[in-house]
């Protein structure tokens, strides 16, 4: 059985920052590639940022210049670095890992607002 688990997450002004963590446990192995996916109430989900086992990154262009995405992968943890947010980043975040199939978390929600 595998484990997503998503901390980091709470309400920041704008302007703010937070630091996402994602760390996947149990019976997995050789994680390809570590992603952060978003999904605000009444829109799809969304992709924000994703890396590879080798450390290479893409993001979202709404991402880009903002949050920078990196990963442990002795600890089998990605984070998301999430600098100068703006209330349109009010969202659930999520993790999913790429061993495999592909596993989600829960969610962890950001809220940014004044």
């Known amino acids: 059985q595998v484990q997503v688990v998503e901390s980091g997450g709470g309400l920041v002004q704008p302007g703010g920052s937070l630091r996402l963590s994602c760390t996947a446990s149990g019976r997995i192995f050789n994680i390809n590639d570590m992603g952060w996916y978003r999904q605000a109430p009444g829109k799809q989900r969304e992709l924000v940022a994703v890396i590879t086992r080798g450390g290479s990154t893409s993001y979202a262009n709404f991402a880009k210049g903002r949050f920078t995405i990196s990963r442990d992968n002795v600890k089998n943890t990605v984070y998301l670095q999430m600098n100068s947010l703006k209330p349109e980043d009010t969202a659930v975040y999520l993790c999913?890992?790429?061993?495999?199939?592909?596993?989600w978390g829960q969610g962890t929600q950001v809220t940014v607002s004044s």
């Open positions: 999913v890992v790429a061993s495999g199939g592909n596993y």
